[in-house]
């Protein structure tokens, strides 16, 4: 599977912005699909996760401020993130994970947030 992570850019500290990640095939089975961030000189941290069955998960820091969300219909996931920090600024990741044929994770090419203050 490859995934296409799009939406990134710079941005004032409290706006919202949001991030797509496409998939070249149907993630309806993908067990959970995911936002990771690693921001300069960090390690990359899971930001949100939303499983097959549509629960989601947040890291404790964006809870309340970002959304994950998905529409199978467009093999995309979404993350929509409000109130924007200067913390948040890194490059998020999109990932996927799939238990077809024994655990294989798949990530996407990075896309850069910048929240200035």
């Known amino acids: 599977v490859q995934l296409q992570a799009s939406g990134g850019g710079l941005v004032q500290a409290g706006e919202s912005l949001r991030l797509s990640c496409v998939a070249s095939?149907?993630?309806?089975?993908?067990?959970?699909m995911g936002w990771y961030r690693q921001a300069p000189g960090m390690q990359r941290e899971r930001v949100a996760s939303?499983?097959?069955?549509?629960?989601?998960n947040y890291a404790d820091s964006v809870k309340g401020r970002f959304t994950i969300s998905r529409d199978v219909a467009k093999n995309t996931v979404y993350l929509q993130m409000g109130s924007l920090k200067p913390e948040d600024t890194a490059v998020y990741y999109c990932?996927?994970?799939?238990?077809?044929?024994?655990?294989?994770?798949?990530w996407g090419q990075g896309t850069k947030v910048t929240v200035s203050s």
């Open positions: 990932n996927a994970v799939s238990l077809s044929i024994g655990r294989i994770t798949f």
């Open positions: 095939r149907s993630i309806a089975n993908m067990y959970t």
């Open positions: 939303i499983s097959t069955g549509g629960n989601t």
